[in-house]
């Protein structure tokens, strides 16, 4: 049954034509012109449109709303009107409708027209129905005949698959330990022969299982991918990269003319990974540490090649990461070193071996003491002090922070108390955090526990965290130290200024204090941008009511020039080094306003 739609404003005009059409086998609706009339085709989707034309109703925009939405000539549309609406009719006709009849008109006539238009819609549904069905039978004789085909296809595409899967990375696709050590084997043979030079990469990412550990497995995988495709990009076709193994990238380089092509590449590398990757709705950043050995000078085998690169690579990490360093012999010792500091570091707490030193935080103008920093020395029996830049890397590469983290946690809370008992009270004491410490989960319960334990006012315990840190999981980071922040513990932002973060970070985070980096304190007399940029943090930090703290501060001038800028707050060799509890005391422990006491470095 054909369902026709009247729009019309002119009521006997409407009831009219609906008189004249009505019929068997046709259901009549009516609308009236405007929006409705173009919500009511969209709901009901009628087989014929009758549009009167005259009124106040804009006919040639209504025409043109129908069009649009069914477009080309799926839904006739006639209009009508008596003689005066002809300039209407043909701006309606432009628009998109289908035809018009001028009224008065007979109704047998206008019945005649309307089932015309009827008839003419049913002809291309048919029309329609039939070349899909033809289209359809086709699809279906093409399939027939080419299912032989693609049988065979789908065989060779297997066998292919699986030698693919055999020989290349699930993660990366790119090629795996057999096919590199295949193509290596082969490439250092006829470097060999004919006294060419290799070179061979190993690309570590750095801090790469911190995007594993604050996001997942699945945005690490996407990572290190991008991270693979961007080193490829930086090769020539006849040299390969492959994935051996974890986080690590491995890349051959052949026919090199100097050892300066090999530095070329790596350089373009450590650019291209280090640039910001979109994954899945983040912004990633990441850096790399690459190590190099040359054929034949560093190795005739492979296997030397790999592990001399590899030793190169480590030693780029233990001097900071984000650069690339050929292999030397002198590296072995290194490494072994680093081994042997990893296996004592296992057992340093049982041993009772990590101690706590503790640098004062200074009121500059009173020479009072306003806090104090709890920072973490290992007292190794054969070593002496090894200095935390040493071990604290190994303790963050292996795990044992979070450990470690707890027991100065425990132990900065414990002396505080025993400070307390004795009389040496009145400052909170400082705990720096670790990203691994934060991410492990349960920190803000850890923290309640120790001060339950020891007693230990929340009020006097200062949790600091550096601004890489809170950038690393920002919301893991705010939802934890928000949890200790109403408890009474204060939260400092450390390092600020060092990371990638911005100021507006500040106004979203439960931070008490305002860290400024010693890299901003060191030439702040000398360098105006550096002062201009302490001078931007310390006036933001007030706007947001945040204390300051400038770390780093050795000299008078510095001390001064931070003062004018508003901040008072000073910690730095200028007062004390980190000093162990007992000579901490021995300096502050009066309890009154002591002179500024100038420390030799």
Known sequence: MALILFID??????????????????????????????????????????????????SEAL?????????????????????????????????????????????????????????????????????????????????????LEASQLELDQTSRSRHFLATHDRVTGLPNRELFEEFAERAITFSLRHGQIAALLTIDLDRFSRINDSLNHSIGD????SCAERTQGCLRR???????????????LLNLSSPRDATVV????????????????????ITSSIGVALFPEHGESLHEL???????????????????????????????????????????????????????????RKGTLIGAEALLRWLHPDRG???????????????????????????????????EQAGFAGFPIGVNVSFRQLKAGAFAELVVQVLDETGLDPTHLNIEVTENVIM???TAARDSLTVLSDAGVRVSIDDFGTGYSSLSVLGKFPAHILKIDRAFVRDITTDDVQAAVARTVIAVASELGLDTIAEGVETPEQMEFLAELGCEHIQGFLFSPPVDPEEFARQWGDGEPSEIRLTEK
Not at 95 to 112: K, N
Not at 266 to 285: N, T, W
Not at 333 to 361: V, W
Request: one cysteine or more; proline letters at 4%; glycine letters at 8%.
């Open 9 to 58: 404003g002119d009521e006997v005009r409407l009831q009219a034509l609906t008189d004249a059409i009505r019929g068997r086998n046709r259901r009549c609706r009516t609308a009236v012109p405007g929006p409705a009339a173009v919500e009511a085709v969209t709901r009901m989707h009628p087989d014929l449109v009758v549009l009167g034309l005259g009124g106040e109703a804009d």
């Open 472 to 474: 690393d999981d920002l």
């Open 306 to 364: 790999i592990r001399h690169s590899r030793i190169a690579m480590h030693s780029v990490k233990q001097q900071g990461r984000n650069a690339c360093a050929f292999y030397d012999g002198d590296l072995l010792a290194d490494i072994g070193d680093q081994a042997e500091l990893e296996r004592d570091l296992h057992s340093a707490i049982e041993r009772g071996e990590l101690i706590t030193y503790y640098q004062p935080q200074v009121d500059a």
């Open 266 to 285: 790596a350089e373009k590398v450590l650019a291209s990974i280090s640039e910001p990757h979109q994954i899945a709705g983040h912004e990633l950043r």
């Open 63 to 147: 025409t043109r709303s129908l069009r649009e939405v069914h477009s080309s000539e799926e839904l006739p549309i006639l209009v009508c009107g008596d003689g005066s609406c002809q300039d209407d009719a043909v701006l309606c006709l432009e628009a998109g409708a289908t035809d018009w009849v001028s009224l008065p008109l007979h109704d047998s006539l206008i019945r005649a027209r309307v089932q015309s238009l009827l008839d003419a819609q049913r002809e291309r549904m048919l029309a329609r129905e039939q070349e899909h069905a033809l289209a359809k039978r086709r699809d279906e004789l093409d399939s027939t005949l080419t299912t």
């Open 222 to 225: 996407q990572l290190l991918t």
């Open 385 to 419: 002090l090894v200095p935390p830049g040493l071990f604290i890397p190994i303790a963050e590469e292996t795990g044992l922070i979070g450990e470690i983290g707890a027991w100065v946690l425990r132990e900065a809370c414990q002396q505080k108390r025993r400070w």
């Open 238 to 252: 006849s040299e390969m990269v492959a994935r051996l193994g974890g986080d690590e990238l491995t890349v051959l």
